[in-house]
């Protein structure tokens, strides 16, 4: 007999039993365990030494010699992530690490690594829908439309129908996204191919893309190089040709702007609520003003009193006694604590102005504070907005776009989200066919000069419509509009 190999583990073989799920229920979907996960030190494969036959005979008694038997060598069927040990017992195939079972169906090689490596593609019929536990999935062959692979670091190589679902790391496609959905958690997406009637969501990364057709995009960040009727919602975008797409945005870089058939682009710029920032300026600019009437108040009290012909000598007196300059005899001394004891009322009204005054100084230094730190946040709030179109071949049009009481643009399906965008509160910045457009948000919301108790005057109100626009400022834009 030849040398052969013997299992020895269950663990060896796909089990394509529909998934039991732990309330007892049975996902036709899923397989029971499609990609076996072997541990570190699990004897795999064991050699059966080849053994030698006995001679034989012919009918006229001629000896015939046994054949000699195959052997094998189990060094080249030990792939990577394996290692080959030798004991008293036999010859064995070993897991060196914790991993996937692969097995190279052209050599026999049997390997362990740290990624999931599939070339069978995904379908009802090879593997169904895929939740997997290991940190990278390789794929080589085509997934279908209504599978769905969830895992980490997914690597597409075929085309992609159905929808991807990755937890970390990177989603990425060698080839086309057509008809399907990639949601990247935390990671980013690249699409080397076509992506046409899709939904792509990296919701703390970016999406990159070489072209995409009639697809919805959501990101952080969205580079590419050709968009066509896209729905994109994104912070930051930088797109080489855009033509008849939607875009909600703070930052946009357009190389080249067109409409596409009857449909223009438009950009929306997605403005900040400053609302709360105004609200809270209000409130403060009120109490503000009414401190300054009562610091007014005071101030005329204390030069009411101030100017009464008793308190004017009384305190001329007093200054001249604390510079030395004058001395007091004993009968002196009795007179000038009558003149106290009469002008005392007044003093000490005098002092409790004086002290109400020091307080509302402190109390307005706090206020303008205040002013600043909200001045400050709203400029955070605004900073980045600025759209840039160097080229325009067609129908454009660009508009800030105020939030909506209550409305949540992420949870909007492409064609919801498309009307949303269009639409709403705002001013057009640029409509037009040919040229090139630049446009940044300055704030000019104005913060009162350092405060003089005394003498505040009142605040003054800045320029601002009833969107708080601010200073939706530099506008410049060449070409027909």
Known sequence: SDAVVQEQTPELHRDDAPKRLPDGRVDLNQFKNRFPQISDGKVLLKKVPA???????????????????????LQALAGPGTRVEKNEEGEFIVAAMDGFLSIDKSSNQISITD???????????????????????????EIQERRLVDGKNLTLHADVFGRLVSHEGLIHLDKNLIGGSALNHKGDIEVAGLA????????????????????????????????????????????KECDGCTLGVRNATLASSDAKGAQETVVSMLMPDMSVFDQRRDELEKTRHHLTQQLEALAQDRETLMALPEVQRYLTISARIQRHEITLNPAQQAGWQKVTAQVAPNLQRLARIRQQEREFDVTMQAMR????????????????????????????????????????????????????????????????????????????????????????????????????????QPVEAHGQG
């Open 196 to 239: 046409s009637g899709s939904t792509l969501e990296a919701p703390l990364g970016t999406l990159r893309l070489k072209r995409a057709e009639s697809c919805l995009l959501q990101a952080v960040r969205v580079e590419a190089e050709t968009l066509i009727n896209c729905v994109v919602l994104a912070d930051v975008v930088d797109i």
């Open 369 to 472: 504070q205040q002013l600043e730190t909200i001045e400050q946040d709203r400029r955070v709030a605004g900073a980045g907005l600025r759209c840039a179109l160097e080229t325009i071949k067609g129908d454009t049009r660009v508009r800030t776009r105020f939030p909506e009481r209550g409305e949540r643009l992420k949870d909007m399906p492409a064609k919801t989200l498309s009307t949303a965008l269009r639409q709403g509160e705002g001013r057009v910045l640029f409509s037009g066919a040919v040229g090139s457009f630049s446009w940044c948000w300055e704030d000019d919301w104005p913060v009162p000069e350092a405060d003089t108790p005394s003498v505040e005057p009142a605040p003054q109100q800045g320029n601002q419509d009833g969107h708080q626009q601010g200073g939706e």
């Open 115 to 141: 990624h999931i490596v599939n070339r069978d593609g995904v379908s009802s019929h090879t593997t169904g829908d895929l939740v997997l536990e290991g940190d990278y999935y390789e794929e080589y062959g």
């Open 51 to 73: 053994r030698s036959g006995a001679v034989g005979y012919s009918i006229s008694g001629e000896a015939l010699p046994a054949p000699p038997p195959k052997d094998l060598e």
